[in-house]
């Protein structure tokens, strides 16, 4: 057998900036999903065939494993900002959006925990930018004289709630963090993606 | 250079039983250091030089990375068990134990979290084993009509403050323990290990 002249990897994507966008979606939605089934360290040949696309569309697009995983944690970020930026957000509603990429992604519980990383400081700085996101969309819609309202209690309690999310199913973690929220006093809305 | 007859690894100890004793209690003091200034992943040649034994030593007490860490986890629910059974223990100062060992040991930090685990099933087993062990200390002491008394929410409320408990050093994991117990409303003992 001959080895093609041009390996895989090195192609340029068929079909041009329609197709490189619509590969990279559906790359952060797979991801999203084997990594909530696998934890952060699944194979990421898995991840490009939940994607439909050759490991090298893969690897052009995410370099490395922390890409990947960055950009899944943008995009669950980035859905709590519009949660809360929508007309009428209620913080509960926030919380509930928040509570649910708590229970459904992996690689977002464990940016909420980013605090306790040692070492790896340049993830770690990548993490706690995007919990500070996290934190402005919360902390804008607090009603006053909320129970989380004073010194560092709002993250203090995501990171509790997170640090409580356990169980093999989506549905186990979020009676989970429900339950989490309940000890804390604290009202939640319905737990869902933003727009779900 | 002509090798051993017998490798250092299956020599027997100098010293006999005793010696064995006290160099498998330095090892295990040892990881524990170890283990809270790098992560469980640090070198097990950096716990064989802090407990002053050779790593042939430590292979012999401790075949690998799971018996060992096994062994620090069992000592420090050993501590909590001795706490809850000591002559008028309150359940505020086995609490206050229990979270000492929270924010000192990286190793016991990750097995209250152990519900959360996907694979691995054999530590899984062990480390819930160990839990449950942590629970029954607890919850004897449990006064009538606490806060966490009913259904799952003692553990529910360890695993709040285990996920909250995060910084660079013990005393920033222990202010972070402390917020997090007084957001649950939860009085804690002083932090403290067992005898300490």
């Not at 980035?78 to 649910?100: H, K, M, P, S, Y």
């Not at 930018?129 to 934190?135: D, F």
């Amino acid at each position: 057998m001959t080895q093609p002249l041009v390996p895989d990897e090195r192609r340029p994507a068929n079909g041009g900036p329609k197709a490189a966008a619509r590969n990279r979606t559906a790359l952060i939605a797979a991801a999203r999903e084997i990594y909530a089934a696998y934890g952060l360290d699944a194979p990421l040949s898995a991840i490009a065939r939940r994607a439909g696309v050759g490991q090298g569309v893969l690897y052009r697009h995410f370099p490395d494993r922390a890409a990947l995983a960055g950009a899944v944690l943008d995009e669950n970020v980035r859905q709590i900002e519009q949660a809360a930026a929508a007309r009428d957000a209620l913080f509960t509603d926030v919380l509930g959006v928040l509570t649910w990429h708590v229970t459904e992604s992996a690689a977002f519980l464990g940016l909420l925990h980013a605090g306790g990383a040692v070492g790896r400081s340049e993830a770690l700085v990548y993490a706690l930018g995007l919990s500070e996101r996290v934190e402005r969309a919360l902390r804008d819609l607090l009603p006053k004289g909320h129970r989380l309202g004073a010194g560092n209690d709002l993250m203090l309690a995501v990171a509790m709630v997170s640090g409580a999310v356990a169980g093999p199913t989506r549905e186990d973690r979020e009676r989970r963090a429900l339950d989490a929220w309940r000890l804390l006093g604290v009202e939640v809305g319905p737990v869902r993606p933003f727009g779900g």
